[in-house]
């Protein structure tokens, strides 16, 4: 009850189930459609494949019976089993590669990215609409608002004149002028910069020019990219070295070096923008926050360690000088990701993925649920299904062979793992054959069916929404109803909003 609570209380979540509930017979032909070409497939296979497991060994691996040639068919349509489902046949007959070919490209190939084009296609539509109606209900409120103002029914009030008399040379604001202003108000704002501090003496003045200059940051960038070049030409000449035979002063001596320069470019930055100046920027609250991260680091590393080289006991240390030095590296490697605002490609690829981010949470709400739900049903047919067997010989690329013993529905965590791996559809096919051999050959509706929804539904509808994301990148940034159809939504016209207040239960105008 709660996660239903969740869903109807979050109007965009609301959304895309209305959606999928408006649009679901089109989708369904479709899924139809490639139902029912599995299920012709699976019919020519077993007339045309022999059926002697000593000529074909396929025949008894995959297509043994119907629902063993359908399940094997429906993942070779998400081609997680090619060619391994061939290549016996193949084997016997070349000729036998011509209907799996022929499957793959009518199935995979065409089939389900029409599927795709179809979703897409469909979720934008409705997503057009969905805001198109929205803007028409924001156009309507202010035109009642403006109509109930000028209708002749509101009882008039005595003003005293001289307050009368205090606006008469202020004008007045039409509708246009109105709406206008509301629409400034919805933009986003943009963020000033606090001032440069101001400092007397020429040479602060020139000193502050200098430290402010983009071509600092440029510089910074050159040496952090210096810095990882270094670490990485470290760690190749010291890979074919025992831990016992690295120098690993040398690679912390380096470090220290470059994290002095991060510390000095921290300080100046400071001296030329102030501090309130300084911290307005993300890429410097980024960079200071490693920066003294990686200076704690060093002095704590100096002081359990005492540079220069002594000898040392690695046993006298909860950890060792190796992996103090491995998390400095980790540090700097991810501190070089400042260098991403300044290309421009990439600048453009993180943006995606901030609106990705921000423009997901209905998308992820609703997973969430649906993975909850899977994710129970399956504990509570699957929990302890599945037990390790002694040592034993098992067939290669099953479910035993491949030691996925940790994926399996006896709690909670391993069960979204597992049906992750699922959607994932990367050798999904061990799930199923384990589970229908464990428990029934019914469990594999389960698991086509968690297919469906998350591989084939989500994830088509996940593409579609990094695909309006990414149109919606050159447009104007405002509210993700709105400015993901910016330039389709139309301005609805006098008449149509004169139509809508007639036509609305609650207002009684007079015209």
Not at 339 to 364: E, G, Q, W, Y
Not at 428 to 457: G, H, N, P
């Amino acid at each position: 009850m709660t996660n239903l609570h969740v869903i109807n209380t979050e109007f965009i979540m609301r959304k895309y189930l209305k959606e999928r509930h408006c649009h679901h017979s089109s989708v369904n032909e479709m899924t139809a459609n490639c139902g029912f070409g599995v299920g012709v497939g699976s019919s020519l296979h077993v007339c045309v494949c022999a059926q002697d497991p000593k000529k074909n060994g396929e025949w008894e691996l995959h297509f043994r019976n119907l629902p063993s040639s359908l399940t094997s068919l429906l993942v070779l349509l998400t081609t997680a089993n090619n060619p391994d489902v061939m290549i016996p046949a193949y084997s016997l007959n070349r000729g036998y590669a011509i209907f799996f070919v022929a499957f793959s490209v009518i199935g995979t190939y065409c089939l389900m990215n029409l599927l795709t084009a179809i979703i897409y296609n469909q979720f934008r539509g409705y997503l057009l609409m969905s805001v198109q109606t929205s803007f028409l209900r924001r156009r309507l409120g202010i035109r009642a608002a403006f109509q109930v103002l000028t209708s002749s029914n509101i009882t008039s009030c005595i003003v005293p004149l001289q307050v009368a008399q205090q606006y008469e040379d202020v004008g007045f604001m039409d509708r246009e002028q109105f709406t206008k202003i509301f629409d400034e108000l919805d933009k986003d704002c943009i963020k000033e910069h606090p001032p440069l501090p101001q400092y007397s003496s020429p040479t602060l003045q020139r000193l502050q020019l200098i430290f402010s200059h983009y071509y600092l940051i440029l510089f910074g960038n050159a040496v952090a990219l210096a810095n990882v070049v270094c670490i990485c030409t470290v760690l190749v000449l010291n890979s074919e070295k025992s831990t016992e035979e690295r120098d690993n002063f040398v690679l912390e001596i380096i470090n220290l070096c470059f994290i002095l320069y991060y510390l000095f470019e921290m300080c100046v930055k400071i001296f030329a923008f102030g501090w309130q100046g300084y911290l307005s920027y993300r890429n410097n609250i980024f960079d200071g926050f490693l920066t003294v991260l990686l200076l704690a680091l060093q002095i704590t590393i100096f002081i359990t360690y005492r540079l220069p080289y002594s000898q040392w006991e690695p046993s006298t240390h909860s950890v060792s000088l190796w992996e103090m030095i491995r998390l400095v590296n980790l540090l700097i490697v991810f501190r070089f990701l400042r260098i991403i605002p300044d290309i421009k490609l990439m600048a453009l690829v993180a943006s995606t993925l901030l609106d990705l981010v921000k423009n997901l949470r209905a998308f992820a709400g609703i997973l969430v649920v649906v993975y909850y739900v899977f994710a129970v049903f399956g504990i509570w047919l699957f929990e302890g299904a599945i037990k390790p067997p002694p040592e034993s010989s098992v067939a290669c690329g099953t479910y035993e062979q491949l030691e996925y013993w940790p994926n399996n529905f006896d709690d909670f965590g391993a069960a979204i793992i597992l049906l992750y791996d699922v959607m994932i559809v990367n050798n999904w096919q061990a799930f199923i054959d384990a589970y229908s051999r464990y428990t029934t050959e019914w469990s594999k509706i389960y698991f086509v069916c968690w297919w469906l929804i998350s591989s084939v539904m989500w994830v088509n509808l996940f593409v579609a929404l990094i695909l309006e994301v990414r149109d919606s990148l050159d447009r104007c940034r405002t509210r993700f109803e709105l400015h993901l159809h910016q330039k389709e939504v139309q301005e609805p016209t006098e008449e149509e909003l004169v139509c809508q207040l007639h036509q609305h239960p609650h207002l009684q105008l007079q015209w």
